[in-house]
């Protein structure tokens, strides 16, 4: 089952560790399918930063070495893949967030999971 969000579920973060985890491995795996020989795509870092609810997260281009094309990474794609393997789908959309969404977000968030038959 897929996240009802378009974009990052902040509910998510109830397990960030895991979460952040199978991120880096799903990003690799992403990113290697399209890297030239000999480049490998390895696991070692991860950048925190906001991420958008309300609309699908982008592909960016990550810049390999001079003369090398940019491969694209598929962040909702990424983000998917962790919602759907790691079970996700369990969450209970009741529990507070820590920090809580914005009332306009959280508004739009309750809405959103109505719909979705999530609450």
Do not use: C
């Amino acid at each position: 089952m897929r996240s009802p969000f378009p974009g990052m579920d902040p509910w998510m973060e109830l397990h960030w560790r895991d979460v952040h985890a199978r991120l880096i491995i799903y990003i690799a795996d992403q990113l290697q399918s399209q890297l030239p020989e000999p480049l490998v795509a390895r696991a070692n870092v991860m950048v925190d930063n906001p991420a958008p609810l309300r609309e699908r997260l982008p592909r960016i281009a990550i810049p390999l070495r001079p003369g090398d094309r940019d491969v694209a990474l598929d962040l909702q794609q990424v983000v998917d893949d962790a919602y759907e393997r790691g079970r996700y789908d369990r969450t209970d959309y009741r529990r507070p967030l820590k920090p809580p969404l914005s009332p306009e977000d959280a508004a739009w968030a309750s809405e959103l999971l109505a719909k979705a038959g999530r609450l």
